[in-house]
């Protein structure tokens, strides 16, 4: 039965359409695809006194699964939607952030009169705030599996309203996104709440990614000022317990500067839950060498609801660099490990065989090598398979000159 308050309309954007085409020596099928499946939820504000709408995207596997997801809440959404979908798959498959709930808070009419979006997100940002926090968010978690872990994106006026729930409420939200936000005249006001806050008791730990458009740098000065002198106060005192970055867009209009703060901005306030990657030995060894990748992997599991063991690609990149920066018994005890954790891992056998080669156990070397090879043509792609092969026919090579 439909709630008085809330009536879902299902809209199925995933949908396929097979056209055969005439053509001369072949026929040609084209399919029309969309980005994914949605939902439209309509709901009757009593906060807001009118019709609302928002756009709900789940992750691909959310049916199939009962896990629970962190939720990236869009302002200005019917904006933002469709491009946000696009980037966090991108991210996702890199393993940058993890897999989202993605709601977009739209405007009323089709982008949102002027009028309204000064009302909402300015004028009455306080009345707006609540609506977002007892009617969108408390739909949201009592209809889907979330986490707690909420992202906050805005663009402009809505970065502005991001940067104010920082400063006013910031348990709303764990991470916030402001591109090239309009905090001019506001600027002190927002740093000042956001340090106290930041100073209270069991302050939980913030990111915020700020950005700005060259074009408002040249036309928009007020602005500018606005972010210059945030960033500056920021710098000089950062609050305790708030990881933020800021970030300048040469070659960027405030039209469209959205877009390019979507990807790093989200990778910023994820980068809890991505690998860490060393170069070298003296970052690995500043990062704490193994007990602070334990260390990591623990956090992260904590935040993201998952298990703390840390992931075979990680080691295997470790051992890499170990064995590259000549560190051989790391390298070689790390690789045992993993041929012994990860039994059919192609790579970390082949890791192994090159290690026991620069020991110059030749005889090991090819036995390594050739399981590589063998576990290779089960489980990993050609191109890496005639890597593995190519390792195994220098070795014997070597040894038969």
Not at 68 to 74: F, N, Q
Not at 288 to 307: C, N, P, S, T, V
Not at 354 to 376: E, T
Request: net charge neutral; aromatic share 10%; hydrophobic share 35%.
């Amino acid at each position: 039965m439909e709630s008085h308050m809330l009536k879902i309309l299902k809209t199925y954007l995933l949908m396929t359409a097979c056209i055969t085409l005439p053509a001369t020596a072949s026929n040609v099928v084209e399919e029309i695809r969309t980005i994914g499946e949605a939902s439209r939820i309509h709901i009757d504000s009593k906060v807001l006194q009118e019709n609302r709408n928002l756009l709900v995207h789940l992750p691909d596997n959310y049916t199939q699964s009962n896990k629970r997801y962190p939720v990236l809440y869009l302002l200005d959404g019917e904006r933002h939607f469709n491009h946000a979908i696009i980037a966090t798959q991108i991210l996702q498959e890199q393993q940058r952030v993890p897999e989202l709930i993605i709601v977009a808070i739209t405007n009323t009419g089709a982008w949102g009169s002027d009028n309204s979006r000064q009302r909402d997100l300015g004028i009455k940002k306080e009345r707006f705030t609540q609506y977002i926090e007892n009617e969108v968010m408390s739909y949201v978690n009592n209809n889907y599996r979330t986490t707690g872990l909420n992202t906050l994106f805005g663009h402009s006026l809505a970065g502005y309203f991001s940067a104010s729930l920082l400063a006013t409420q910031p348990e709303l939200f764990k991470n916030y996104i402001a591109a090239s936000p309009v905090i001019q005249d506001e600027e002190l006001d927002i740093y000042k709440n956001i340090l106290s806050n930041s100073k209270a008791k069991n302050t939980a730990e913030k990111s915020l990614y700020l950005s700005l458009a060259s074009e408002d740098e040249a036309r928009r000065k007020a602005v500018t000022d606005a972010i210059n002198n945030f960033v500056q106060l920021l710098t000089e005192q950062p609050p305790e317990k708030l990881n933020w970055h800021y970030e300048f867009f040469d070659n960027q209009t405030h039209g469209s500067i959205y877009f390019p703060t979507f990807f790093p901005g989200m990778t910023y306030v994820f980068k809890s839950y991505q690998a860490p990657h060393f170069s070298n030995y003296k970052q690995y060894s500043d990062f704490g060498g193994m007990q602070g990748l334990k260390a990591h992997y623990k956090k992260r599991a904590e935040i993201y609801g998952l298990d703390n063991n840390i992931p075979e690609n990680t080691l295997l990149n470790l051992a890499s660099m170990l064995f590259n920066e000549e560190k051989t018994e790391a390298a070689l005890n790390l690789y045992q490990k993993l041929t012994n954790d990860f039994p059919e891992s192609a790579r970390s056998f082949s890791g192994l065989g090159q290690v026991y080669h620069s020991m110059k156990q030749y005889d090991k070397s090819i036995i390594a090598h050739q399981a590589a090879v063998k576990l290779g043509e089960k489980h990993s792609p050609a191109w890496r398979n005639r890597q593995f092969q190519s390792r195994l026919d220098r070795m014997k090579k070597e040894l038969n000159d």
